[in-house]
């Protein structure tokens, strides 16, 4: 009798593991693929490293570090999962294959008055949040600067979306501010779509919409986003890189592509933001990118 309750203890023991088993597969198959479209746009905010200027590095903006105060500039990814198809939007400071090689993180000069520092990749980030770079169908960044490009080559399959001026400017002989062998697989590629307006509805909806904003570089954009709970926000690229810039109106650099044209695009934008009640996002403030939700924390 007593080796007949084992036995059936063992077997309802099987049968309960089996049904655990068979419970938890869809949601174990899930997590290792991409995710299914979301029903309205999502944005997700991802750590793309740390940038420290000196003081030269800070005052080229025609503000002090006592105005300033936190001189640090994070370097932010951004992924919009849209029901029609995901884009990313600026990729990184520092290539993930030399963040991989350096378990400690990566450090780099972005120029004679910046260092970089990256811990995470960005495609160890993607990952988490079930995409890989074939699952982004389409790329953007904000201009062509070294720290806004460092994983351009990685999404070489993706739709590029770009401007005309922009892509000259990337290869343009003897232009220390970029790096071509970030994104020398996009050269011919044949997936790039150029921009021709002051405005590109990335999914035909109104929700994501590449705005112009020519000056820091000759294609300069941002990003505008118009999300069911969270509203109205603009991704300013390098419109601005700190607050004060803005709250005290500072010109912009002298070292920008074109000052006159930067000047121009700021007072512009600064009129449509009101208009629009849209929210600004400089993408190198640290209090701004510090407070914002991280993954798999998203805005929609």
Known sequence: MLQRRRRALRLACLGLALVASQAVAPLRVWSQGKPPAPTRPRLYVMDCGMLTPNTEGVERYHVSIAEV???????????????????????GVIPDAVVEAQPQGAKAAVNPTVAAFVQRTLKGQLAGLGYSPADV??????????????????????????????????WAENNPRVNPTFFDALRNSPRVSFIEKDEHDVFGDGRVVIKAAPGHTPGHQVLVLNLVSTGRVMIAGDLYHYPPERTLRRPPPDNEFNVAQSAASRARIEEYLKATKTALWIEHDFATIAKLKTPPAFYD
């Open 69 to 91: 105060g936190e001189t640090r500039m994070p370097v932010p990814c951004f992924l919009v999962a849209h029901p029609k198809g995901t884009l990313i939007w600026d990729v």
């Open 137 to 170: 169908t389409h790329v953007a960044i904000s201009h062509a600067h070294i720290d806004h490009t460092a994983n351009l080559n990685m999404f070489a399959a993706s739709t590029w979306l770009t401007t005309r001026a922009e892509r000259d400017f990337m």
